[in-house]
């Protein structure tokens, strides 16, 4: 059998904390998708609400200040049938919020995870 490969995808990527996304970031483009950074789920929203069917894949860290990452998904997820969400978090509870969305379109990853863990939970999701 062979292995499916995995197309260039364009990933918004929204976490508060700045090692995290840059750890993600680096992951993700050395893998050769197209990443645009969000600080927090109010400005993810905003780039994606200006063109929610240009992005494939969103990454989001579930608690965030303001608008949280399960917020962002939901939207997020209305607002474009194709969209798939990866979400993270280093809290039990914020995992189980993020099970509870749309199971067929958002997985769920534990922080902290490792540059391969990141890379795997990605190629799973696109």
Do not use: Y
Not at 25 to 39: F, K, M, P, S
Not at 112 to 120: C, E, G, S, V, Y
């Amino acid at each position: 059998m062979k292995e499916a490969t995995t197309d260039m995808a364009r990933i918004l990527l929204a976490d508060d904390d700045k090692p995290t996304r840059d750890l993600v970031r680096r992951a993700l483009e050395t893998d050769g998708h197209q990443v645009l950074l969000a600080e927090d789920g109010q400005e993810a929203w905003s780039a994606f609400a200006a063109a929610p069917l240009s992005f494939d894949l969103i990454v989001t860290d579930i608690e965030m200040p303001g608008t949280d990452g399960v917020t962002l998904a939901k939207n997020a997820l209305a607002a474009s049938p194709s969209v798939k969400v990866l979400m993270m978090s280093g809290f039990n509870e914020a995992l189980e919020r993020g099970r509870n969305l749309a199971p067929a379109r958002v997985e769920v990853l534990a922080k902290p995870f490792t540059l391969d863990q990141i890379r795997r939970a990605i190629k799973s999701v696109i």
